[in-house]
């Protein structure tokens, strides 16, 4: 593994698919990025999407050992509490680890679970904002406003929180990290109605998903310059997102790839480290990573106009005053 005190890597990549996942994949345990431990968090407000399972659990875990005060946003109040015990366990009982229902799959609810989150703030705003939940289902199922289930989940739903949150609970200066996956060079578009025509359907509708979560993470950051938006790609991670693997292929994996504290380092780099450009990318293997021309993730008019078609999708379920473009004329 790298030292924490090495300086972070850039890469320049092309968008072709055997080349990304090559170097993505290759000896991904002995090669990832160790998150340095400073610059601490104390007393610094955080909220993570997912944050009591897998990777969002080990993105919380090293968080509050940096001092931070976390918000577990997620839909199942017994893995919440699961987490709570095992990090109070392991951290001490003083930690402030607290849960958010949130169900990002339905628009309706997301605005109440921000009024619940601003009685749990209590007059703080969010220093740390990490959008980690990411759903790979496995069979076609649409969501209560009728979208595929994972751009409703991964993409839009993020999208509505952060439109709720930007203007009166995120610090102007906030740090944002949207957690994406390279995965996302297998697809060349992020829609709310793709259709699953293979038994790989599942996989590809994850994959347009983490395409659209690299221009969300592209459009937040024009828009409101004052954060300090990153796209973190976690690596393929043990036990993987598209399900647990047993036998023969579960001993492997676990020796190869890296666990959920590992896979956590990309956000929790994003998150904590000072002098990351905007709208950086901060991969587990690749360092930071910067996108050839031809890339679609690098298309900023195709960030626009999923943007712009969220906006449509929420309609009715966003802020009453939406908030000022800070930016609009200045397209990167």
């Known amino acids: 593994m790298r030292s924490p005190a090495d300086p972070l890597c850039v890469s320049a990549v092309s968008g072709r698919v055997l080349p990304r996942m090559l170097g993505s994949m290759w000896r991904q345990r002995a090669r990832s990025l160790v998150c340095p431990e400073l610059p601490r968090l104390d007393g ?13 659990l080990g993105t919380s875990r090293g968080l509050l050992r940096r001092g931070a005060r976390v918000v577990c946003a997620s839909r199942s109040a017994e893995k919440a509490e699961r987490g ?12 402030t680890f607290e849960h958010l229902p949130l169900d990002l799959s339905d628009l309706s609810r997301i605005p109440k679970a921000v009024e619940a989150l601003a009685a749990v703030l209590d007059g703080d705003r969010l220093d740390v904002l990490v959008c980690n939940a990411g759903l790979w289902p496995r069979s076609h199922r649409l969501s209560p406003q009728g979208h595929e289930l994972a751009f409703a989940t991964n993409v839009l739903g993020h999208h509505l929180l952060l439109r709720h949150l930007v203007d009166r609970h995120l610090a102007d200066d906030a740090r944002v990290v949207i957690v994406t996956g390279d995965i996302y060079v297998l697809a060349s578009d992020c ?11 599942g996989m590809l509708a994850y994959c347009r998903s983490k395409l659209g979560n690299l221009w969300m993470t592209r459009e937040i950051q024009r828009r409101h310059p004052g954060l300090q938006v990153r796209a973190a790609h976690p690596g ?14 579960g001993r492997i994996s676990r020796r190869l790839l890296p666990d959920v504290d590992g896979g956590a380092q990309s956000s929790l780099y994003g998150a904590t480290q000072p002098g990351l450009p905007a709208a950086a990318y901060v991969h587990n293997t ?10 679609p993730a690098a298309d900023p008019r195709r960030a626009e106009a999923l943007f712009a078609l969220c906006e449509t999708l929420c309609a009715g379920h966003l802020p009453d005053e939406p908030g000022p473009h800070p930016g609009e004329e200045n397209r990167s």
């Not at 393929?236 to 292929?249: I, N």
């Open 44 to 56: 610094r407000r955080a909220l993570v999407t997912g944050g009591a399972d897998g990777v969002g």
């Open 84 to 95: 709570r015990a095992a990090l109070a366990s392991e951290l001490g009982a003083g930690v």
């Open 191 to 201: 829609t709310p109605d793709f259709s699953y025509g293979t038994p790989y359907g």
């Open 236 to 249: 393929v991670v043990a036990p993987h997102l598209g399900g647990p693997r047993r036998g023969l292929a």
């Open 286 to 295: 690749l360092g930071r990573v910067e996108l050839g021309a031809g890339d």
